[in-house]
């Protein structure tokens, strides 16, 4: 069991769709959480960084964490085509040493 | 947020020749500097941890007698592919922890922009 999974999509959707965006993991000692945005040919862009459980809004996108279940989510409200890219999550424990555990990343394809 | 830059962008090679890639941060310090490399259509795939003043830390299967890095200073991390070949060929890419300026650790990482290395 790998320990943080990702759905690897694709996922397609209409432009101002919301779009959800979800990962799961086995650690529970993870305590940072980040969603990371990556277009084609491109470096990863850090979205939302969040600590421990909650949630977190920055401008049309919510990141939410949920510790007791190991489930994390990224949400988009009124999508873009220009959000089309590779959303990966990652996360890292104190305990770990800091090593950031990525998730194989989800395409998604916003349609106009 | 903070911003790495990663050289070259492109590279093309011929087989046996080495290349070095360059990561900087440049507005912050970053005791700790990773490369990764990507395939098409897949995450990314860690290599190598680099520290600051001290050897790198490779991952099991990645040759580190083939990957040489170099991390000479607090902003500065560079990756040398020794005698490539065409499988070397690929999108590396290198990302680089904030220290914090209070010594605490920040767990945001910021990536530079890529090198795709074509070897012929």
């Known amino acids: 069991q790998k320990e943080v999974e990702q759905d690897p999509g694709p996922l397609s959707v209409p432009e101002g769709a919301i779009v959800s965006l979800n990962c799961t993991y086995s650690n529970s000692a993870f305590q940072y959480f980040m969603w990371y945005r990556q277009y084609s040919r491109k470096g990863p862009e850090l979205l939302m960084y969040?600590?421990?459980?909650g949630n977190k809004e920055d401008g049309r996108f919510t990141a939410q964490v949920d510790k007791s279940s190991k489930y994390i989510s990224l949400f988009i409200r009124d999508s873009q085509p220009s959000d089309s890219a590779t959303y990966l999550c990652?996360?890292?424990?104190?305990?770990?040493?800091?090593?950031?555990?990525f998730g194989a990343g989800t395409r998604l394809f916003v349609k106009a | 947020g903070a911003v790495v830059s990663q050289h070259p962008s492109w590279v093309i090679c011929k087989s046996g020749t080495s290349v070095k890639i360059e990561c900087r941060s440049l507005d912050f310090q970053a005791t700790t500097m990773f490369w990764y490399r990507q395939f098409p259509k897949q995450s990314l795939m860690l290599m190598a941890t680099?520290?600051?003043?001290?050897?790198?830390?490779?991952e099991q299967g990645v040759e580190k007698d083939k990957f040489l890095i170099n991390h000479a200073s607090l902003t500065l991390s560079t990756l040398t592919v020794t005698s490539a070949h065409p499988e070397d060929s690929s999108f590396y890419i290198c990302?680089?922890?904030?220290?914090?300026?209070?010594?605490?650790?920040?767990?945001?990482?910021?990536f530079g922009s890529g090198t795709q290395l074509s070897v012929l």
């Open positions: 969040t600590y421990s459980s």
């Open positions: 680099s520290n600051e003043g001290s050897k790198a830390t490779y």
């Open positions: 990652a996360m890292s424990a104190r305990t770990g040493g800091f090593k950031t555990i």
């Open positions: 990302s680089a922890r904030d220290s914090g300026g209070s010594g605490q650790p920040n767990e945001k990482l910021f």
